[in-house]
C-alpha cells in the first residue's frame, strides 16, 4: 500500500490557503489516484459522489467524464451509492452485476474509451466527525467478470474506510457550499 502519509502531508499543505476550484480539483485528483495506485484501477474505476447541501442527491466529483452526467437521489432504491450513504457503512459487492442497480452511469463513455460494465463494486461514507457529505466507490469493469479482475475483500473495505477517513476532513475542507455537479 502507499504511503497514507505523503499524501496527508500534501494534502495540509494545498488546503492551508482555503477553498477554490483549484484546491478542491487538487485534493479530488489525489484522492483518485491514491486509490487508483493502491487498487491497481484505472481512474473511471474511483468514484467521488458528494451531497448536496440538503443530502436529498448525490452529484459526481469524479470521475471527470461524469461530473455533468446527472445526479443521483438519495431516496434511490436501485441506487449503490444512495444505500451505502442511507444505511451509514461500507460494503462489498463482488456480484455487481446481478444486484439491482442504476445502470445509466455504466453507459456513458470516457473520453476516447468504450464502455466496461462494472462487475465489483466497494464503497463507503465521506465522513469529517459529525458531517457526512458523499461516499467513495471503487469498482472493478472489463469486458467480463474475469477481466475485472479480483475480488474486492474486508480487508480491502477496511483499508477503504480508514484511509477515507485520514482525508476527509481535508476534503471537507475545501468542498464547495454549493456543489452539485458541475464547479460554476
Known amino acids: 500500500m502507499k504511503d497514507i502519509n505523503l499524501l496527508i502531508e500534501k494534502m495540509k499543505m494545498v488546503t492551508s490557503a482555503g477553498q477554490s476550484e483549484k484546491t478542491f480539483k487538487s485534493v479530488v485528483d489525489d484522492i483518485v489516484k491514491f486509490y487508483c495506485d493502491n487498487f491497481e484501477l484505472q481512474v473511471d474505476e474511483v468514484a467521488l459522489l458528494l451531497t448536496d ?3 436529498m442527491v448525490l452529484s459526481f466529483a469524479a470521475p471527470d467524464f461524469l461530473v455533468n452526467a446527472g445526479m443521483i437521489p438519495i431516496s434511490s432504491p436501485d441506487a449503490f451509492a444512495a444505500r ?8 462489498i459487492e463482488n456480484n455487481f452485476n446481478q444486484m439491482k442497480h442504476l445502470h445509466l452511469f455504466e453507459y456513458i463513455k470516457g473520453p476516447g474509451e468504450k464502455i466496461r460494465k462494472i462487475w465489483k463494486m466497494m464503497s463507503t461514507i465521506l465522513r469529517s466527525g459529525e458531517v457526512k457529505f458523499g461516499i467513495i466507490e471503487l469498482s472493478r469493469k472489463g469486458a467480463s467478470m474475469h477481466e475485472a479482475g479480483e475480488d474486492f475483500s474486508p480487508e480491502n473495505l477496511e483499508f477503504l474506510e480508514s484511509s477515507i477517513q485520514e482525508f476527509a476532513p481535508y476534503f471537507l475542507k475545501v468542498l464547495p457550499g454549493d456543489f452539485r455537479g458541475k464547479l460554476v
Do not use: A, E, L, S
Open 53 to 55: 447541501k440538503d443530502n
Open 84 to 91: 451505502v450513504f442511507k444505511m451509514n457503512r461500507g460494503m
